[in-house]
């Protein structure tokens, strides 16, 4: 049984950073690929940032790149996104996925295996 458990998030000003971490149990992070999605209240869930774990192989939305970055620890078997400068249009319940299939990387909700609990990530103005 595959479990992604996010942990991280929280309330900060704008400008400010958060990291968040998305650890799995019952696979270990070889080829797959994490996304990170999020979705504000009464928007559509939406895509924010990928890594395929074997590579270089990332690919990050316009509104966030140069500002979030994703990373690994492989010992621990957990991934991480690391929000800097952070703006209030970056609120909303941040979910982690994996993608086990060896492809491209992938921003469709719909290529992603499992998903993580959510986490809610606020941004005051």
């Known amino acids: 049984q595959v479990q992604l458990v996010q942990s991280g998030g929280g309330l900060v000003q704008a400008g400010g950073s958060l990291r968040l971490s998305c650890a799995a149990s019952?696979?270990?992070?070889?080829?797959?690929?994490v996304g990170w999605f999020r979705q504000a209240p009464g928007e559509e869930r939406e895509f924010v940032a990928a890594?395929?774990?074997?590579?270089?192989?990332?690919s990050y939305a316009d509104s966030v790149k140069g500002r979030f970055t994703i990373s690994r620890d492989n010992a621990k078997n957990t991934v991480y996104l690391q929000m800097n400068s952070l703006k209030p249009e970056d609120t909303g319940v941040y979910y982690c996925?994996?993608?086990?299939?060896?492809?491209?990387?992938?921003?469709?909700?719909?290529?992603?295996?499992?998903w993580g609990q959510g986490t809610q990530v606020t941004i005051s103005s």
């Open positions: 996925a994996l993608d086990t299939d060896w492809g491209s990387v992938s921003r469709r909700r719909s290529s992603y295996d499992y």
């Open positions: 019952g696979r270990t992070f070889s080829g797959d690929a």
């Open positions: 890594s395929r774990l074997n590579g270089d192989t990332s």
